[in-house]
């Protein structure tokens, strides 16, 4: 027993993130706020170094400038001390390099919840973010958890209020997750749709370009409402043919997170949308995103998951021929507004 533990001192739950961007850095936040002792794992050693300069004040200025951490974050680029004795692990790094990490730490994970904050579809796979997890992983399904929603990582840096939602199918590990990541300013929410909260977060990037491009392109409030409303019904058309439920997209992972990210300058995707619909090429978009924007790689793949389920995603096929450079945003828009008549809804 500890010398705390001796004294009657709480014992603090310790949590590895591993991957210290943006959205890590401050789940790391939530997480410590919440209690824990959090291990945030960086893959440079240098930016491991930098967060930890002031172990009283740790800092992530590459990601989150001005922003002190609690001294219960710790920084490191050595994965096995990130994940020593841990009751949960979070997953902080971008769809696209998940798969390649998690096959790296193969066999390190220990048996207890393992959360993905990534929201994408893997372009070499059209996987989903958690479907990359269980995968490469290996770690069984009742342990992996969605975490998604209305969270843009500055606002929740800034302890701004926000809630969320956790997904698994064993509602009971969801809960666990849950107390250990509540604080007075970020609730959690629960939900069983795992994939439905998957498919919520990756499709809602995809739109937030939409909404970007038609922004960029001049349109105004009716067009980019628009935009979101018919994006929110074609990614629900995508949900439900890929057995999601319907009511995931009229939550927090659906409706609630297009409209954080399609209304603020904070949202990567939403700049790389703008710069788009103002006739950025896709490497330029990309660079005015400031941060990884996941829509722009992952819309391709979305577009062919849903030829392979047979459903129409028209807002997606015009994101995709624009950021693959085969058509501009006057044309896109042309297009979808051309359509056969067709009913309101998914
Ligand atoms: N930021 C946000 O507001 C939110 C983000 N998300 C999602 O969270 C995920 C992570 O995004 P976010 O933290 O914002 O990303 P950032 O752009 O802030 O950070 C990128 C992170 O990816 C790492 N990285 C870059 N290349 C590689 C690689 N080859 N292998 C492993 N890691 C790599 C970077 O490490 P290094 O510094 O060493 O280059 C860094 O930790 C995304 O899927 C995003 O959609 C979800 C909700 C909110
Ligand atoms: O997912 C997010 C907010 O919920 C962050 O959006 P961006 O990745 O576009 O910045």
Redesign the pocket.
Known sequence: MTAAAHQGAPVRPRVAVL??????S?MALVLADAGADVRLW???PE?AARIGRDPLRPQNP??LPGVVLPPTVSATADVGVALDGVELVVL????Q?LR??LTGWAGRIPAVPVVS????VETATGRF?TEVVLEASGVPEDRVVAL?GP????EIAARDPAATVLACVDEDVAHRVADLCTTPVFRPYLSTDRIGVDIA?ACK?VVALAVGITEGAGHGANARAAILTRGLAETTRLGLALGANESTFAGLAGVGDLVATCASP?S?NHRAGIALGRGASTAEALLAAR??A?GVASAPAVLARARAAGVRMPITVEVVALVEGRTTAAEGAERLLSRTRTLDGP
Not at 19 to 24: I, P, S
Not at 117 to 120: E, F, N, V, Y
Not at 151 to 154: E, S, V
């Open positions: 991957g210290a961007g943006a959205w890590g401050a960086a893959r440079r930016l590459d990601y902080a790094v971008p769809l390099r390649e990490q904050l990534a929201k994408g973010a998604s969270n843009l990582a500055a977060g990037n904070l990567r941060g990884t996941e």
